[in-house]
Protein backbone atom coordinates (compact mmCIF):
# COMPACT_ATOMS: atom_id res chain seq x y z
CA UNK A 1 0.00 0.00 0.00
CA UNK A 2 1.47 3.52 -0.99
CA UNK A 3 1.80 6.05 1.58
CA UNK A 4 -0.55 8.65 1.22
CA UNK A 5 1.18 11.67 -0.40
CA UNK A 6 2.93 14.54 1.00
CA UNK A 7 1.02 18.41 1.02
CA UNK A 8 3.68 19.29 -0.43
CA UNK A 9 5.95 17.93 -3.59
CA UNK A 10 8.97 19.48 -4.49
CA UNK A 11 9.78 20.58 -8.77
CA UNK A 12 13.17 20.48 -9.68
CA UNK A 13 14.83 23.24 -9.60
CA UNK A 14 15.28 25.23 -12.77
CA UNK A 15 19.15 25.93 -12.32
CA UNK A 16 21.68 26.86 -9.74
CA UNK A 17 21.33 29.64 -7.17
CA UNK A 18 17.65 29.36 -8.58
CA UNK A 19 14.67 29.65 -5.68
CA UNK A 20 12.77 26.21 -5.37
CA UNK A 21 9.51 26.10 -6.12
CA UNK A 22 6.81 24.05 -3.91
CA UNK A 23 3.11 22.94 -5.43
CA UNK A 24 0.54 23.56 -2.75
CA UNK A 25 -1.41 20.90 -4.04
CA UNK A 26 -1.45 17.33 -3.31
CA UNK A 27 -0.42 15.02 -5.85
CA UNK A 28 -2.56 11.91 -5.63
CA UNK A 29 -1.17 7.90 -5.41
CA UNK A 30 -3.50 5.66 -6.53
CA UNK A 31 -4.67 3.25 -3.77
CA UNK A 32 -4.53 0.08 -4.82
CA UNK A 33 -7.00 -1.49 -1.60
CA UNK A 34 -6.51 -5.32 -0.55
CA UNK A 35 -9.68 -7.24 -0.07
CA UNK A 36 -10.92 -7.99 3.18
CA UNK A 37 -13.13 -10.39 5.09
CA UNK A 38 -14.65 -10.64 8.06
CA UNK A 39 -17.96 -9.62 9.92
CA UNK A 40 -17.73 -5.85 8.79
CA UNK A 41 -16.92 -6.79 5.26
CA UNK A 42 -19.90 -9.14 5.73
CA UNK A 43 -22.39 -6.44 6.28
CA UNK A 44 -21.06 -4.13 3.96
CA UNK A 45 -21.33 -6.23 1.16
CA UNK A 46 -25.11 -7.78 2.55
CA UNK A 47 -25.77 -3.54 2.49
CA UNK A 48 -24.43 -3.69 -1.26
CA UNK A 49 -27.01 -6.70 -2.19
CA UNK A 50 -30.00 -5.09 -0.61
CA UNK A 51 -29.60 -1.22 -1.98
CA UNK A 52 -29.04 -2.72 -5.22
CA UNK A 53 -31.74 -5.09 -5.75
CA UNK A 54 -33.97 -2.36 -4.33
CA UNK A 55 -32.74 -0.01 -7.27
CA UNK A 56 -32.38 -1.96 -9.64
CA UNK A 57 -35.60 -4.24 -9.32
CA UNK A 58 -37.80 -1.40 -7.64
CA UNK A 59 -38.79 0.10 -11.09
CA UNK A 60 -39.94 -3.72 -12.39
CA UNK A 61 -42.08 -3.95 -9.90
CA UNK A 62 -45.87 -3.73 -11.27
CA UNK A 63 -49.04 -2.35 -9.34
CA UNK A 64 -52.00 -1.43 -10.81
CA UNK A 65 -51.00 -2.26 -14.06
CA UNK A 66 -48.27 0.67 -13.62
CA UNK A 67 -45.21 1.09 -12.81
CA UNK A 68 -44.98 0.29 -8.91
CA UNK A 69 -42.53 3.50 -8.12
CA UNK A 70 -42.99 6.14 -10.70
CA UNK A 71 -42.02 9.94 -10.98
CA UNK A 72 -44.08 11.19 -13.72
CA UNK A 73 -42.76 14.62 -14.41
CA UNK A 74 -44.64 14.99 -17.31
CA UNK A 75 -48.30 14.29 -16.06
CA UNK A 76 -46.74 15.35 -12.71
CA UNK A 77 -48.04 12.67 -10.51
CA UNK A 78 -46.05 10.56 -8.53
CA UNK A 79 -46.51 6.73 -7.93
CA UNK A 80 -45.20 4.74 -5.01
CA UNK A 81 -46.54 1.63 -4.59
CA UNK A 82 -50.93 2.38 -3.75
CA UNK A 83 -49.82 6.47 -3.10
CA UNK A 84 -50.00 8.70 -5.51
CA UNK A 85 -48.41 12.34 -4.80
CA UNK A 86 -49.40 15.65 -7.18
CA UNK A 87 -47.42 18.69 -7.12
CA UNK A 88 -50.17 19.90 -4.26
CA UNK A 89 -48.73 17.52 -1.82
CA UNK A 90 -44.99 18.62 -2.22
CA UNK A 91 -45.16 19.04 1.66
CA UNK A 92 -44.50 15.56 1.76
CA UNK A 93 -41.13 15.74 0.50
CA UNK A 94 -40.31 18.46 2.73
CA UNK A 95 -41.26 15.81 5.45
CA UNK A 96 -39.42 13.03 4.31
CA UNK A 97 -36.29 15.67 3.95
CA UNK A 98 -36.43 16.49 7.39
CA UNK A 99 -36.87 12.92 8.71
CA UNK A 100 -33.84 11.86 6.54
CA UNK A 101 -31.96 14.66 8.17
CA UNK A 102 -32.64 13.66 11.86
CA UNK A 103 -32.40 10.09 11.11
CA UNK A 104 -28.57 11.24 9.78
CA UNK A 105 -28.07 13.72 12.81
CA UNK A 106 -29.16 10.81 14.76
CA UNK A 107 -27.13 7.40 13.13
CA UNK A 108 -23.85 9.75 13.59
CA UNK A 109 -24.57 10.96 16.92
CA UNK A 110 -24.15 7.54 18.34
CA UNK A 111 -22.26 5.27 15.44
CA UNK A 112 -20.56 7.47 13.55
CA UNK A 113 -20.29 7.56 9.64
CA UNK A 114 -22.64 4.66 9.48
CA UNK A 115 -23.91 6.17 6.33
CA UNK A 116 -21.02 6.75 4.64
CA UNK A 117 -19.25 3.43 5.26
CA UNK A 118 -22.11 1.14 4.46
CA UNK A 119 -25.22 3.03 2.64
CA UNK A 120 -23.58 5.65 0.91
CA UNK A 121 -23.91 5.64 -3.18
CA UNK A 122 -20.40 6.63 -3.36
CA UNK A 123 -19.08 3.60 -0.78
CA UNK A 124 -21.50 0.69 -2.45
CA UNK A 125 -20.59 1.46 -6.26
CA UNK A 126 -16.71 2.16 -5.76
CA UNK A 127 -17.51 -1.28 -3.61
CA UNK A 128 -19.04 -3.00 -6.79
CA UNK A 129 -15.99 -1.36 -9.26
CA UNK A 130 -12.91 -2.87 -7.02
CA UNK A 131 -14.65 -6.24 -6.62
CA UNK A 132 -14.84 -5.93 -10.74
CA UNK A 133 -11.36 -4.98 -10.97
CA UNK A 134 -9.99 -7.53 -8.83
CA UNK A 135 -11.79 -10.28 -10.57
CA UNK A 136 -10.27 -8.94 -14.03
CA UNK A 137 -6.74 -7.97 -12.72
CA UNK A 138 -6.28 -9.89 -9.94
CA UNK A 139 -5.34 -9.45 -5.99
CA UNK A 140 -4.01 -6.08 -4.75
CA UNK A 141 0.01 -7.57 -5.15
CA UNK A 142 -1.38 -8.80 -8.82
CA UNK A 143 -2.64 -5.00 -9.44
CA UNK A 144 0.18 -3.21 -8.39
CA UNK A 145 2.45 -4.86 -10.63
CA UNK A 146 0.01 -4.35 -14.12
CA UNK A 147 0.64 -1.09 -13.04
CA UNK A 148 4.00 -0.93 -12.84
CA UNK A 149 4.43 -3.09 -16.18
CA UNK A 150 5.32 -1.22 -19.37
CA UNK A 151 2.33 -1.53 -22.30
CA UNK A 152 1.54 -4.66 -23.44
CA UNK A 153 -1.52 -6.71 -25.04
CA UNK A 154 -1.78 -8.65 -22.10
CA UNK A 155 -2.09 -5.35 -20.29
CA UNK A 156 -4.25 -3.71 -22.28
CA UNK A 157 -6.60 -6.83 -23.04
CA UNK A 158 -7.15 -6.73 -18.77
CA UNK A 159 -7.73 -2.85 -18.57
CA UNK A 160 -10.07 -2.62 -21.29
CA UNK A 161 -12.54 -5.60 -20.09
CA UNK A 162 -12.19 -3.77 -16.43
CA UNK A 163 -13.38 -0.34 -17.69
CA UNK A 164 -15.63 -2.02 -20.36
CA UNK A 165 -17.32 -3.90 -17.54
CA UNK A 166 -17.44 -0.82 -15.90
CA UNK A 167 -19.26 0.82 -18.23
CA UNK A 168 -21.97 -1.66 -18.79
CA UNK A 169 -22.54 -1.18 -15.02
CA UNK A 170 -22.50 2.54 -14.87
CA UNK A 171 -24.46 2.63 -18.29
CA UNK A 172 -27.45 0.29 -16.87
CA UNK A 173 -27.41 2.54 -13.80
CA UNK A 174 -28.14 5.70 -15.81
CA UNK A 175 -30.50 3.58 -17.22
CA UNK A 176 -32.42 2.33 -14.43
CA UNK A 177 -32.64 5.87 -13.04
CA UNK A 178 -33.99 7.08 -15.86
CA UNK A 179 -37.03 4.33 -15.35
CA UNK A 180 -37.80 6.03 -12.58
CA UNK A 181 -39.03 8.95 -14.62
CA UNK A 182 -40.17 6.95 -17.42
CA UNK A 183 -41.91 3.84 -17.32
CA UNK A 184 -38.92 1.64 -17.92
CA UNK A 185 -40.70 -0.93 -20.11
CA UNK A 186 -41.27 2.44 -22.38
CA UNK A 187 -37.89 2.83 -22.12
CA UNK A 188 -36.90 -0.32 -23.17
CA UNK A 189 -38.81 -0.09 -26.42
CA UNK A 190 -37.52 2.90 -27.30
CA UNK A 191 -33.62 1.89 -26.41
CA UNK A 192 -34.06 -0.60 -29.65
CA UNK A 193 -34.83 1.35 -32.28
CA UNK A 194 -33.38 4.48 -30.47
CA UNK A 195 -35.90 6.42 -30.31
CA UNK A 196 -35.32 7.98 -27.46
CA UNK A 197 -35.91 11.53 -26.14
CA UNK A 198 -33.31 13.86 -25.79
CA UNK A 199 -33.49 14.66 -22.09
CA UNK A 200 -33.54 10.42 -21.37
CA UNK A 201 -30.71 9.91 -23.59
CA UNK A 202 -28.50 13.29 -21.97
CA UNK A 203 -29.72 11.27 -18.04
CA UNK A 204 -28.61 8.44 -19.23
CA UNK A 205 -24.83 9.23 -20.12
CA UNK A 206 -25.27 11.53 -17.56
CA UNK A 207 -25.97 9.60 -14.87
CA UNK A 208 -23.78 6.55 -16.07
CA UNK A 209 -20.80 9.11 -16.42
CA UNK A 210 -21.12 10.06 -13.13
CA UNK A 211 -21.06 6.38 -11.71
CA UNK A 212 -18.15 5.75 -13.91
CA UNK A 213 -16.13 8.39 -12.67
CA UNK A 214 -16.84 8.73 -9.34
CA UNK A 215 -16.89 5.18 -8.55
CA UNK A 216 -13.77 4.09 -11.07
CA UNK A 217 -11.75 6.75 -11.23
CA UNK A 218 -12.32 9.42 -8.46
CA UNK A 219 -13.28 7.08 -5.66
CA UNK A 220 -11.61 8.26 -2.20
CA UNK A 221 -11.39 11.74 -3.94
CA UNK A 222 -15.15 12.30 -3.75
CA UNK A 223 -15.25 11.16 -0.45
CA UNK A 224 -12.00 13.40 1.00
CA UNK A 225 -12.46 16.44 -0.87
CA UNK A 226 -16.08 16.66 -2.51
CA UNK A 227 -18.66 15.27 0.08
CA UNK A 228 -19.54 17.80 2.75
CA UNK A 229 -20.37 15.33 5.15
CA UNK A 230 -16.78 15.04 6.29
CA UNK A 231 -16.38 18.44 6.76
CA UNK A 232 -19.00 18.64 9.44
CA UNK A 233 -19.51 15.67 11.01
CA UNK A 234 -17.59 16.68 14.20
CA UNK A 235 -20.31 19.20 14.67
CA UNK A 236 -22.49 16.25 15.16
CA UNK A 237 -19.56 13.69 17.20
CA UNK A 238 -19.06 14.17 21.03
CA UNK A 239 -16.81 11.92 23.32
CA UNK A 240 -19.28 9.54 23.71
CA UNK A 241 -19.71 8.56 19.37
CA UNK A 242 -19.08 5.47 18.80
CA UNK A 243 -15.66 5.41 16.34
CA UNK A 244 -13.35 3.38 14.71
CA UNK A 245 -10.84 3.91 17.08
CA UNK A 246 -6.87 2.29 17.65
CA UNK A 247 -6.26 1.85 21.53
CA UNK A 248 -3.03 3.03 21.62
CA UNK A 249 -2.56 1.57 24.91
CA UNK A 250 -2.65 -1.62 24.08
CA UNK A 251 -0.71 -1.67 20.39
CA UNK A 252 2.26 0.95 21.30
CA UNK A 253 5.32 0.61 20.97
CA UNK A 254 4.59 -1.35 17.75
CA UNK A 255 6.84 -3.29 16.28
CA UNK A 256 7.31 -6.77 14.37
CA UNK A 257 8.28 -10.14 16.10
CA UNK A 258 8.01 -13.50 15.20
CA UNK A 259 4.73 -15.17 16.66
CA UNK A 260 5.85 -17.38 19.32
CA UNK A 261 7.81 -14.64 20.48
CA UNK A 262 6.94 -12.97 24.26
CA UNK A 263 5.97 -9.08 22.69
CA UNK A 264 5.75 -7.80 26.66
CA UNK A 265 9.35 -8.91 27.41
CA UNK A 266 10.74 -7.08 24.60
CA UNK A 267 9.04 -4.16 25.52
CA UNK A 268 6.42 -4.41 22.51
CA UNK A 269 2.52 -3.52 22.35
CA UNK A 270 -0.25 -6.00 20.53
CA UNK A 271 0.84 -3.89 17.41
CA UNK A 272 3.02 -5.52 14.91
CA UNK A 273 3.22 -2.65 12.53
CA UNK A 274 2.11 -5.31 9.59
CA UNK A 275 0.14 -2.12 7.99
CA UNK A 276 -3.25 -4.22 7.03
CA UNK A 277 -5.62 -1.36 8.29
CA UNK A 278 -3.57 0.98 5.96
CA UNK A 279 -3.73 -1.43 3.13
CA UNK A 280 -7.19 -2.33 3.20
CA UNK A 281 -8.42 1.39 3.89
CA UNK A 282 -10.54 2.44 0.94
CA UNK A 283 -9.51 6.21 1.58
CA UNK A 284 -5.63 5.20 2.24
CA UNK A 285 -4.95 6.67 6.19
CA UNK A 286 -3.35 5.19 9.10
CA UNK A 287 -5.73 4.68 11.90
CA UNK A 288 -2.93 4.55 14.32
CA UNK A 289 -2.62 8.33 13.37
CA UNK A 290 -6.22 8.84 15.70
CA UNK A 291 -9.64 9.59 13.99
CA UNK A 292 -9.47 11.98 10.63
CA UNK A 293 -12.13 13.05 8.29
CA UNK A 294 -11.17 10.96 5.62
CA UNK A 295 -12.28 7.51 7.76
CA UNK A 296 -15.82 6.91 6.51
CA UNK A 297 -16.55 4.48 9.51
CA UNK A 298 -15.87 0.90 7.01
CA UNK A 299 -14.45 -0.95 9.81
CA UNK A 300 -12.65 -2.17 7.02
CA UNK A 301 -9.60 -2.05 9.36
CA UNK A 302 -11.14 -3.53 12.13
CA UNK A 303 -11.48 -6.57 10.00
CA UNK A 304 -7.98 -6.68 8.80
CA UNK A 305 -6.92 -6.56 11.92
CA UNK A 306 -8.54 -8.90 14.04
CA UNK A 307 -7.44 -11.47 11.34
CA UNK A 308 -3.81 -10.50 12.16
CA UNK A 309 -4.91 -10.75 16.00
CA UNK A 310 -6.10 -14.39 15.81
CA UNK A 311 -2.80 -15.01 13.57
CA UNK A 312 -0.82 -14.28 16.16
CA UNK A 313 -2.87 -15.31 19.12
CA UNK A 314 -3.45 -12.21 20.45
CA UNK A 315 -7.01 -10.56 21.68
CA UNK A 316 -9.16 -9.25 18.83
CA UNK A 317 -10.05 -5.63 19.28
CA UNK A 318 -7.04 -3.96 19.01
CA UNK A 319 -8.54 -1.63 16.34
CA UNK A 320 -12.16 -1.41 17.37
CA UNK A 321 -15.66 0.68 17.83
CA UNK A 322 -15.03 2.46 20.97
CA UNK A 323 -15.47 6.20 22.05
CA UNK A 324 -12.96 8.69 23.02
CA UNK A 325 -14.43 8.73 26.49
CA UNK A 326 -14.38 4.80 26.60
CA UNK A 327 -10.46 4.23 25.41
CA UNK A 328 -9.53 7.00 28.35
CA UNK A 329 -11.22 5.63 31.10
CA UNK A 330 -11.10 2.01 30.37
CA UNK A 331 -14.40 1.21 29.40
CA UNK A 332 -15.81 -1.92 28.81
CA UNK A 333 -19.12 -2.43 26.50
CA UNK A 334 -21.71 -2.41 29.41
CA UNK A 335 -20.19 0.76 29.83
CA UNK A 336 -19.63 2.52 26.06
CA UNK A 337 -23.68 1.00 25.88
CA UNK A 338 -24.90 2.68 29.02
CA UNK A 339 -23.50 5.68 27.65
CA UNK A 340 -25.86 5.81 24.27
CA UNK A 341 -28.80 7.23 25.88
CA UNK A 342 -27.10 11.00 26.44
CA UNK A 343 -29.62 13.89 26.35
CA UNK A 344 -28.39 14.73 22.67
CA UNK A 345 -29.95 11.16 21.69
CA UNK A 346 -33.08 11.73 23.28
CA UNK A 347 -33.72 14.75 21.93
CA UNK A 348 -32.88 13.38 18.49
CA UNK A 349 -34.91 10.15 18.77
CA UNK A 350 -37.82 11.90 20.48
CA UNK A 351 -37.79 14.62 17.55
CA UNK A 352 -37.84 12.05 15.04
CA UNK A 353 -40.08 10.01 16.69
CA UNK A 354 -42.99 12.92 16.46
CA UNK A 355 -41.81 13.46 12.88
CA UNK A 356 -42.64 10.16 12.15
CA UNK A 357 -45.82 10.05 13.60
CA UNK A 358 -47.23 12.83 12.20
CA UNK A 359 -46.15 11.98 9.30
CA UNK A 360 -47.79 8.66 9.47
CA UNK A 361 -51.09 10.08 10.82
CA UNK A 362 -51.32 12.82 7.66
CA UNK A 363 -50.89 10.01 5.28
CA UNK A 364 -53.37 7.71 7.01
CA UNK A 365 -55.64 10.32 6.99
CA UNK A 366 -55.00 11.71 3.69
CA UNK A 367 -57.94 12.05 1.19
CA UNK A 368 -57.91 11.38 -2.49
CA UNK A 369 -59.75 14.41 -3.27
CA UNK A 370 -58.84 17.94 -3.50
CA UNK A 371 -60.84 21.06 -4.53
CA UNK A 372 -59.72 24.30 -5.41
CA UNK A 373 -61.90 27.52 -5.38
CA UNK A 374 -61.10 30.35 -7.62
CA UNK A 375 -63.77 33.13 -7.39
CA UNK A 376 -64.81 35.19 -10.35
CA UNK A 377 -63.07 38.67 -9.83
CA UNK A 378 -64.47 40.01 -13.12
CA UNK A 379 -68.22 39.53 -11.43
CA UNK A 380 -67.51 40.38 -7.98
CA UNK A 381 -71.31 40.16 -7.47
CA UNK A 382 -74.09 40.99 -8.76
CA UNK A 383 -78.39 41.17 -8.34
CA UNK A 384 -79.92 39.21 -11.07
CA UNK A 385 -84.21 39.73 -11.31
CA UNK A 386 -86.41 38.43 -8.06
CA UNK A 387 -83.34 40.45 -6.05
CA UNK A 388 -81.03 37.57 -5.09
CA UNK A 389 -77.68 37.77 -5.22
CA UNK A 390 -75.59 35.81 -7.69
CA UNK A 391 -71.35 35.26 -7.44
CA UNK A 392 -69.58 32.78 -10.09
CA UNK A 393 -67.13 29.85 -9.07
CA UNK A 394 -64.67 27.74 -10.67
CA UNK A 395 -64.32 24.78 -8.75
CA UNK A 396 -61.45 22.68 -9.63
CA UNK A 397 -62.02 18.82 -8.49
CA UNK A 398 -59.15 17.07 -8.26
CA UNK A 399 -59.63 12.86 -8.38
CA UNK A 400 -56.08 11.41 -6.84
CA UNK A 401 -57.09 7.91 -6.70
CA UNK A 402 -56.82 4.97 -9.63
CA UNK A 403 -60.64 4.60 -9.77
CA UNK A 404 -63.50 6.92 -10.91
CA UNK A 405 -66.04 8.55 -8.63
CA UNK A 406 -69.04 10.49 -9.00
CA UNK A 407 -69.27 13.62 -6.40
CA UNK A 408 -71.94 15.47 -5.03
CA UNK A 409 -71.51 18.87 -4.68
CA UNK A 410 -73.53 21.45 -1.83
CA UNK A 411 -73.14 25.05 -0.85
CA UNK A 412 -73.57 25.44 3.07
CA UNK A 413 -73.22 28.76 5.57
CA UNK A 414 -75.90 31.09 5.06
CA UNK A 415 -79.41 30.39 4.69
CA UNK A 416 -80.96 29.87 1.43
CA UNK A 417 -78.03 29.63 -0.68
CA UNK A 418 -77.77 27.43 -3.68
CA UNK A 419 -75.96 26.04 -6.19
CA UNK A 420 -76.94 26.62 -10.16
CA UNK A 421 -81.18 27.04 -8.62
CA UNK A 422 -81.03 23.79 -6.77
CA UNK A 423 -79.95 22.16 -3.60
CA UNK A 424 -76.95 20.12 -4.59
CA UNK A 425 -75.73 18.85 -8.26
CA UNK A 426 -73.66 15.96 -9.53
CA UNK A 427 -70.07 15.39 -11.66
CA UNK A 428 -68.46 12.47 -12.33
CA UNK A 429 -64.56 13.09 -12.61
CA UNK A 430 -62.25 9.93 -13.81
CA UNK A 431 -59.24 8.50 -11.90
CA UNK A 432 -56.58 10.60 -11.72
CA UNK A 433 -57.82 13.57 -13.30
CA UNK A 434 -58.69 16.98 -12.78
CA UNK A 435 -61.98 18.17 -13.61
CA UNK A 436 -63.31 21.80 -13.88
CA UNK A 437 -66.57 23.02 -12.83
CA UNK A 438 -68.09 26.36 -13.27
CA UNK A 439 -71.15 27.13 -11.21
CA UNK A 440 -73.43 30.14 -9.89
CA UNK A 441 -74.47 30.64 -6.39
CA UNK A 442 -77.38 32.19 -5.61
CA UNK A 443 -78.62 34.14 -1.98
CA UNK A 444 -81.02 35.90 -0.82
CA UNK A 445 -79.75 39.75 0.22
CA UNK A 446 -81.63 39.47 3.65
CA UNK A 447 -79.58 36.16 4.44
CA UNK A 448 -76.07 38.06 4.39
CA UNK A 449 -74.20 41.39 5.06
CA UNK A 450 -73.12 43.66 2.81
CA UNK A 451 -69.40 43.22 1.76
CA UNK A 452 -67.97 39.94 2.32
CA UNK A 453 -69.64 36.55 3.30
CA UNK A 454 -67.88 33.14 4.54
CA UNK A 455 -69.49 30.13 3.13
CA UNK A 456 -68.48 26.92 2.31
CA UNK A 457 -68.62 24.38 -0.80
CA UNK A 458 -68.39 20.72 0.06
CA UNK A 459 -67.68 17.61 -2.28
CA UNK A 460 -68.36 13.87 -1.13
CA UNK A 461 -67.88 10.77 -3.62
CA UNK A 462 -71.48 9.01 -3.53
CA UNK A 463 -69.68 5.84 -3.68
CA UNK A 464 -67.68 6.65 -0.40
CA UNK A 465 -68.87 8.43 2.23
CA UNK A 466 -65.24 8.94 4.09
CA UNK A 467 -63.94 10.86 0.64
CA UNK A 468 -64.93 14.29 1.39
CA UNK A 469 -63.79 18.32 0.77
CA UNK A 470 -65.01 21.02 3.17
CA UNK A 471 -63.60 24.10 1.51
CA UNK A 472 -64.27 27.66 2.59
CA UNK A 473 -64.84 30.67 -0.15
CA UNK A 474 -66.15 34.38 -0.20
CA UNK A 475 -69.57 35.45 -1.04
CA UNK A 476 -69.99 39.23 -1.71
CA UNK A 477 -73.09 41.08 -1.37
CA UNK A 478 -73.10 44.56 -3.16
Known amino acids: MSEPASAAAPAPATGAGDNIEYSLFEVRKKIQMRSVSGWFAAWRWALVWFTQLVYYGLCWLPWNGRQAVLFDLVERKFYIFGLIFWPQDVIYLAILLIISAYALFLFTAIGGRLFCGYACPQTVYTEIFMWVEAKIEGDRSARLKLDAEPFSGRKLIRKAAKHGVWFLIALWTGFTFVGYFTPIRTLIGEVQPWSLGPWETFWIFFYGFATYGNAGWMREQVCKHMC??????????????????????????????????????????????????????????????????????????????????????????????????????????????????????????????????????????????????????????????????ENSYKLQIMNTSEAAHRYLITVTGLAGIDINHQKEMEIPVAALTTQSVFVDVYLPPESGRQGSNRIFFDVKALDDASIAVHEKATFLIP
Open 228 to 389: PYARFQSVMFDRDTLIVTYDAQRGEPRGSRGRAADHRASGLGDCVDCSICVQVCPTGIDIRKGLQYECIGCSACIDGCDQVMDKMGYPRGLIRYSTERALELGWGRKEIFGHIMRPRIMIYSGILAVIVAAAVLALAMRTPLKLDVIRDRKNLGQIEEGGRV
